[in-house]
């Protein structure tokens, strides 16, 4: 069965120091979804991409954080400097179709980042 | 008003119980409703999506009021494997998923 992977599954780095998380989503799916949990809190929204650009960003999706489809498989989530309240799980997500319907979106394992 | 609200939980339940998850949304916008497993330290897995007619999926049902914004999950004959945080999730216009808290649910043997 296809499934969403993400790399590295744990990220630990200094405060201020630029890390990349990636993903590779389901390949026949077009719409890509970044969520993050902090420990012990909800799931949050960060941002959606759809046909090479941001469809939709959150509050949380300030100008330290990018994403960028850079070929044909992977999707990932640039953070320039982070902070320690970056320190989270981040999720990818994929799916087929966008949009407000049922379709479901397919969620990965997730990268645990640190920060220090 | 939280967008997506969960009761608190946690339920410590024993085998075969029944147990049952409320879930209340604020915008009434809302498009799609799902309830979704997340395990400890895992990613959310779909358990199950939820209509305006009610839907059943073996051991759960799920239900949808919108004139109330509100949505249940109820689980019969709980098994061990039960025990997970679920989700209440909320999808909006453009596809972005909004989740509540999550209830913990413990099944005890």
């Known amino acids: 069965e296809p499934e969403v992977t993400q790399t590295p599954s744990h990220q630990v780095t200094q405060m201020g120091q630029e890390v990349i998380l990636r993903c590779v989503p389901i390949?026949?799916?077009?719409?890509f979804y970044w969520y993050r949990q902090i420990l012990g809190q909800k799931v949050e929204f960060l941002v959606s991409?759809?046909?090479?650009?941001?469809?939709?960003k959150s509050e949380i999706f300030d100008d330290q954080f990018s994403v960028e489809r850079p070929d044909g498989s992977n999707f990932t989530l640039k953070i320039r400097s982070t902070k320690l309240e970056d320190s989270a799980m981040y999720f990818c997500?994929?799916?087929?179709?966008?949009?407000?319907?049922?379709?479901?979106?397919?969620f990965g394992p997730g990268t645990r980042l640190t920060v220090l | 008003r939280k967008e997506v609200e969960q009761d608190p939980g946690p339920f410590n339940v024993p085998e075969g119980a029944t147990v049952a998850f409320n879930c209340t949304y604020s915008?009434?916008?809302?498009?799609?409703f799902f309830w979704y497993r997340q395990d400890c330290r895992k990613e959310p897995k779909l358990l199950m999506s939820?209509?305006?007619s009610g839907n059943e999926d073996g051991r759960f049902t799920a239900q949808l009021n919108r004139a109330s914004q509100y949505i249940s999950l109820l689980i019969r004959d709980s098994k061990l494997s039960d025990s997970a945080t679920y989700l209440c999730?909320?999808?909006?216009?453009?596809?972005?998923?909004?989740f509540g808290q999550g209830t913990e649910l413990s099944v005890k043997p």
């Open positions: 997500a994929s799916s087929p179709v966008g949009g407000t319907g049922y379709n479901e979106q397919f």
């Open positions: 390949s026949n799916h077009l719409y």
């Open positions: 991409f759809y046909n090479n650009e941001i469809s939709e």
């Open positions: 915008n009434s916008a809302s498009q799609s």
């Open positions: 939820v209509y305006s």
């Open positions: 999730v909320v999808k909006y216009q453009g596809g972005k998923l909004i």
